[in-house]
């Protein structure tokens, strides 16, 4: 069969389909119901009763562009109401603008009871890899997915080659009819809107997916490599002598978060320098100085296709102080896990939802819900009371651990000048950089952040238990002199002449949004980008504490045999704070330098940035301490084409948030609020909300509506929803007219984003970062 117009394509279907059925239609051209317009009225009346009025026009569904959400379509109208039609007909006419009289629009009835709609395409639309993606609207809606508008929105994903049973009814329908039309179409990559009345499924609409997408992997066989990823998870989902915990969880989200810091799927360069960094060794390192057990062998994050993921079993027992009995540390980790798995939402929140990782004020009510759990008592004081060691050993003013890694970070400021200064090759001083980053960089810096978590439990354990009010507690931020702040006051002081652009980069120009990707520019590199406009006033005030509020912590903090006073605590809180920021500022620098100096070792080596940006870390550093008769260039070279063929796997698989089975990498549910991203591009531009001047800004709009349409011949560089899906008619026009987007990005990141200045949106590596 071949794609015609919307209509007659659905007519050409009817009756040929055993998974579905498709609804009855009247159809006529404009110019019949110009010149007949009673008789088009009265077949209709005679026909239907409640009708949708639906387009069909010969733009539509084409071969290079569907025009999805472009034309109308009028819900709910009552066919024997004159009026009614007329208006209903000629608004979905009126919408094909210079219509042609040979345009057609067509009738049906309306469907009643819908228990769930949606949009499923047959082929993910950034790239044509062989996954069936269905958003399905469960509100009763029949439009709410192509609409964008606020719903109850779940996404299924499907590896097409996949030969799990699935136990879901919607599910096992939707992918019997995407087979059953890809079959009788003869086409891979199908979009298709449907309907269940009860257990009837429906058939709306079908048309080829188009789109503008930079690449197409169609091509690309993905099957041993999922059963090579399935049988990777199995092997490491066993019993461990060295962990407790019964089974295994990953994560794009918790603990180090690769998704926020290196995004879902990043290159060789910048994975391998996070594990190098991070999270092979030195995470384990630092939390075995805080009182935490020891994981030092043990990676915290493992890759499956290039895809990064926390091991979350090994993150849980990074958690539980060494000082707790073997038993119930046990216990307490199969506990986290199971939270996890009945409550995947929180898996970027984990420590604020699940985890017991540091004293605080309410810590011994908390714990009560353990009881739920068959933990007696006296476990429970142990929990309480290896917590309150672990925690008072961090904070305490008097040698407390935190005030170690604040002077740690000190020394790596005099090391990195050290080794820049020096005459040691470029590829010695890209070593030193990241041996000294890691002993003096980011292990203080791990600590100095975990410290800082516990600071701000504290100042959220103060609002919860009224002690000063959110506001209050914001005043308190505000009073922080952070790095944030710095940088504020010091670029408006540039913008007022106060101080040369020259002193503001010497201090923040190594700086860049994507820390460790290479091709990420820094701020010296782009400072017109990132900064063309007069940034906003810091807010900036003195905070004092009032005296009852001094008196309530200071009994708390006795009641809860805490080793500080006031002053050292609320000292404590100010220090961690800031300095975190700090060390991530001094640490940064370092990692930074490592990048300007592979940029520079690869020109040498006729290797452009981009394509070092494949290359391990591990590659350039062994070089310091081996020589090899080969040429450098092509043992590069051959390392860089590898790690691109191997890439373009990464980005063809789409694996979900959590795997928690071996069974997720094939198939899965997305949790509501994932942010979608569309294409492949990557942007960096200013942020606003929508006015007449959006021409090469980021577009921030609440839902994906198709009256937005307009904004894509705006010259726009990208666009963020608040809500909506995949398969949203602005989805589908953002991947056609190739602009990064994030559809449905969930109120919480909206509001993030849509406060920005300037924004990072990497749809390529699933990643939006604020850079003002």
Request: glycine share 4%.
């Amino acid at each position: 069969m071949k794609f015609l117009s919307k209509a007659k394509t659905l007519a050409q279907l009817e009756g040929k389909l055993l998974s579905c059925r498709i609804l009855p239609q009247l159809c006529f051209t404009i110019e019949e119901f110009l010149e007949n317009q009673e008789n088009v009225l009265q077949t209709i009346a005679n026909t239907f009763d409640k009708i949708i009025v639906r387009s069909s026009a010969k733009e539509e569904d084409g071969k290079d562009t569907s025009y999805a959400g472009h034309f109308l379509s009028i819900l709910d109208i009552d066919a024997n109401n004159r009026a009614e039609c007329v208006s209903a007909i000629q608004r979905v006419i009126n919408s094909y603008g210079l219509f042609e009289a040979q345009s057609e629009f067509f009738v049906q009835p309306m469907l009643s009871d819908v228990s769930c709609s949606g949009v499923l395409f047959t082929s993910d639309p950034d790239t044509f890899a062989p996954y069936v993606i269905a958003n399905m609207d469960f509100s009763g809606s029949t439009d709410g997915v192509t609409a964008g508008h606020k719903n109850t929105l779940k996404t299924f994903v499907y590896f097409k080659y996949c030969e799990s049973n699935l136990e879901n009814r919607y599910h096992k329908a939707l992918i019997c009819m995407a087979k059953e039309l890809e079959s009788i179409l003869d086409n891979p990559a199908l979009d298709i809107e449907f309907a269940f009345v009860d257990n009837e499924l429906y058939l709306l609409q079908v048309r080829a997916l188009t789109s503008k997408t930079v690449l197409d992997f169609s091509g690309i066989d993905l099957r041993d490599a999922l059963h090579k990823v399935s049988k990777k998870i199995q092997k490491l989902s066993m019993s461990h002598p060295a962990l407790l915990g019964s089974r295994v969880i990953y994560g794009v989200m918790p603990d180090w978060n690769p998704a926020e810091i290196i995004g879902i799927k990043p290159k060789k360069l910048a994975l391998s320098l996070y594990k190098e960094l991070v999270t092979d060794s030195v995470w384990a390192y630092q939390r075995d100085n805080f009182g935490y057990r020891n994981l030092r062998s043990h990676p915290l994050l493992v890759d499956f296709l290039g895809v990064p993921y926390i091991d979350v079993r090994v993150s849980f027992n990074s958690f539980v102080p060494k000082e707790l009995d073997e038993e119930i540390a046990g216990k307490l980790i199969d506990y986290y896990l199971d939270r996890l798995e009945d409550s995947p939402h929180f898996h970027d929140k984990v420590e604020f939802e699940i985890l017991f990782s540091c004293y605080t004020l309410d810590l011994p009510s908390r714990l009560q819900k353990l009881r739920g759990y068959f933990f007696n008592e006296d476990e429970l004081k142990q929990i309480e009371s290896s917590l309150l060691y672990l925690t008072n050993n961090v904070i305490k003013q008097d040698g407390g651990l935190y005030k170690k890694d604040i002077a740690k970070i000190e020394q790596l400021k005099k090391r990195y000048q050290a080794i820049v200064d020096s005459h040691l090759s470029l590829v010695d001083k890209i070593y030193w950089l990241i041996e000294e980053c890691k002993r003096y960089g980011t292990l203080p810096f791990a600590g100095i952040a975990r410290a800082a978590f516990m600071a701000t439990q504290f100042l959220d354990l103060f609002v919860a238990l009224g002690i000063f009010s959110a506001n209050q507690k914001q005043d308190f931020l505000y009073s922080l002199n952070t790095v944030s702040k710095k940088l504020s006051t010091d670029l408006m002081s540039v913008f007022e002449d106060k101080i040369s652009k020259d002193d503001f980069l010497s201090e923040y120009g190594h700086l860049r949004p994507g820390t460790y990707d290479i091709n990420s520019l820094t701020y010296a590199e782009a400072f017109d980008t990132y900064f063309n406009t007069k940034p906003y006033d810091y807010k900036s005030i003195d905070f004092e504490w009032k005296a009852l509020q001094k008196e309530m912590i200071s009994s708390l903090l006795l009641e809860n045999n805490l080793e500080i006073n006031f002053d050292e605590l609320t000292n404590f809180i100010r220090e961690a704070i800031e300095a975190r920021e700090y060390a991530k500022l001094v640490f940064t620098k370092s990692l930074s330098q490592v990048l300007v100096y592979i940029e520079e070792y690869g020109a040498r080596l006729g290797i452009s940035r981009g394509d070092m940006a494949h290359l391990s870390i591990g590659e350039i550093m062994r070089l310091y301490s081996s020589v090899e008769a080969s040429d450098v260039a092509n043992i590069f070279d051959k390392e860089i084409q590898r790690n691109k063929n191997e890439y373009l796997f990464t980005q063809a698989v789409k694996f979900p948030s959590l795997l928690v089975t071996s069974e997720d990498i094939y198939h899965y549910s997305l949790e509501e609020g994932e942010p979608n991203f569309i294409t492949l591009k990557s942007v960096i531009a200013e942020v606003t909300m929508w006015n007449d001047n959006v021409k090469e800004k980021i577009v921030c709009i609440e839902n994906a509506d198709p009256g937005y349409d307009f904004l894509l011949t705006k010259g726009i560089a990208g666009l963020i929803t608040c809500y909506g899906g995949a398969n949203s008619h602005m989805a589908i026009r953002c991947a056609e007219s190739g602009i990064p987007a994030i559809i449905g990005a969930g109120e919480k990141l909206f509001s993030n984003y849509s406060k920005a200045k300037v924004i990072e949106l990497d749809a390529a590596s699933r990643v939006c970062r604020v850079i003002s």
